[in-house]
């Protein structure tokens, strides 16, 4: 690989040494990148607030082996609406970071980069429900990146008959005659979770969910998360 160009997503910025930023970009063709914009904070920099969290860029860079060199960046959008509000930036970031640790580097993945640009747009927009869609970026990124939970019937015995727990090491619900612990959820909810990972983005906010659901739903998938980011650190 020599020079590229192409688009991304800004997941991570680190200061380094005196002006130089280190970000962690996703990019549509190479996937997630680790690249250098030197002098980006100095005073007048060409590259100066363009790789700022979670924009979308235009990025000209040298493919290394491990830390790239940008050459230019051009910002495509900075998500101004979305980052007027920090309830929304919080929730746009916590996406970033799961992309940030699951995605694997320098490996294309188209599917989970169509979720989160949509997710960015519609939170640009102020969908209502942005929330619930937020959750459902979430659970569709994991599960385009091969760990869907399941929610339909017990992972051990798939029984469709409840009650259920979730149960974050065994990647879905378990019914309660074959697993103790967990976070105790209704059928209901465990179908509502699948139906967001199933529908596409803009319509997540379609899914009924009562507002405990929601925070329940939330406190689960987080758990899960870091399940799973302990696990792909731990293999790789
Ligand atoms: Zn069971």
Request: hydrophobic residues 45%; proline residues 4%.
């Given at each position: ?74 910002l495509i959008s900075g998500y101004p609406r979305l ?154």
């Open positions: 690989m020599g020079i590229e160009r192409g688009e991304a997503f800004v997941l991570r910025v680190r200061d380094f040494a005196e002006s130089d930023l280190i970000v962690t970009l996703f990019t549509t063709e190479w996937g997630k990148r680790t690249a250098i914009a030197k002098g980006a904070r100095r005073f007048k920099s060409r590259l100066g607030g363009v790789f700022d969290l979670l924009n979308h860029v235009e990025v000209v860079f040298y493919a290394k082996a491990q830390l790239d060199l940008i050459s230019q960046g051009a980052k007027g509000s920090i309830d929304t930036v919080l929730a746009a970031l916590s996406v970033g970071k799961l992309l940030d640790r699951l995605l694997p580097a320098h490996q294309r993945e188209q599917a989970p980069y169509m979720i989160f640009e949509q997710l960015l747009d519609l939170l640009e927009e102020r969908v209502p429900q942005w929330e619930q869609t937020n959750l459902a970026a979430m659970l569709k990124i994991v599960s385009v990146l091969g760990h869907r939970p399941q929610f339909t019937a017990c992972v051990h015995c798939g029984s469709t008959r409840g009650p259920f727990r979730f149960v974050p090491t065994r990647g879905g619900i378990v019914c309660t005659k074959c697993e103790g612990e967990g976070i105790n959820l209704s059928r209901g909810l465990a179908l509502s979770l699948n139906a967001l990972i199933d529908r596409p983005l803009p319509r997540a906010g379609i899914v009924r969910m009562k507002k405990e659901d929601l925070s329940l739903a939330h406190e689960l998938v987080d758990l899960y998360l870091r399940e799973l980011a302990g696990t792909t650190s731990r293999t790789t």
